[in-house]
């Protein structure tokens, strides 16, 4: 009996202590699996600046060991996006399904199935026991209420992100906003800001306040969602007696500094999500107000499925994220990109920050067949 050969795929690897170096590498794609293992083929997957915040917190978070690559030094960045089943050693997953969840930005993924559910598929392999659950699970189009076919790009742009924001809308909310009478957001067109603005406006707490860069300025207004849009130069024009919430998705030092110098005691809390000024200095030492704490959106959903339960959450999630998706048809444009030269043109633009905020990139490895 002649063994089959394993067929050819590629890895997209970034050099972990120099993110400027990357490089397409060879991938071997088995023609066997083990029992319970599960091949999927990455169909398409998202990129977005809120990306290269997974490279920045990769070994504080653990990111580089979602997909270790057996190369010293290099990492493979996460991605959100769908892949299809090609081959399945798993008897409740057929080949042909298609799922959503975390990949590497590569051609092909083999996960150790288990925990299968009508709603979800859990990755078991031992190198991401120790990341959270959120970081491990594949949702199932089938058993998935929020998915739509005509509505994927959306889908892979926005859900994780959206997801996110629903968090902190819903812890800040659960403290009473800490009294305060504003949330003053920076890098506010990201996706992550403009979907906590969109929830924030919603629910008519208080003012939403962005903060962003002159050039993002024109279209940041444009979305609806601030009731006020700043340039971060400007952040002394703000009232300092007002008292405010500072959700920083910038992770710059300098910003940080003048918003918590801005309004010292006014500075109610101070909560740090993204990097998205990746090459920005950080904050060190105590500062005026409420002390930065980060905010990490996988231990809130573990708390929000102790609370509500696993069903609860989603049925809370898909009553916002229903009307988020439908006013990005207003302010989203898509862009697909195929083959290993387009992934490699849209991840320097988006690490150079060259990437318009209106667009959303769709990517994949695999050349484009029609």
Known sequence: MTTPRAAAGQDFLVRRDDWQQCRLVPAEVPAELRPGQVLFRVDRFAFTANNISYALSGDMLGYWSFFPTGEEGWGRIPVMGFADVIRSQHPEVPEGERVFGFFPMSTHLVIEAERVGPQRIVDGAPHRSQTAPAYREYSRIGGDPLYAADREDEHMLLRGLFMTAFLIDDFLDEEGFFGAEAVVLSS??????????????RRRQGRVVGLTSPRNAAFVESLGFYDRVLAYDDVPSLSADEPVVFVDMAGDGKV???????????????????????????????????????????????????????????????????????????????????????????????????TSPRQGQVLSLHERTA
């Open 256 to 354: 940080v500094h003048a918003v918590h110098h801005h309004f010292g005691d006014s500075l109610k809390h101070s909560c740090g999500v993204g990097a998205t000024h990746w090459d920005a200095e950080r904050t060190s030492g105590e500062l005026p107000g409420g002390q930065p704490q980060f905010f990490f959106a996988p231990a809130r959903i573990q708390k929000r499925n102790a609370d509500w339960g696993a069903e609860g959450l989603a049925k809370r999630l898909g009553e916002g994220w229903q009307g988020f998706v439908a006013s990005s048809d207003a302010w989203l444009e898509i862009v697909r990109s195929y083959g290993s030269a387009a992934v490699e043109r849209v991840y320097r633009e988006t690490l150079a920050g060259r």
């Open 188 to 201: 506010a067109s990201s996706k992550t800001a403009i979907a906590l603005a969109f929830l924030l406006a």
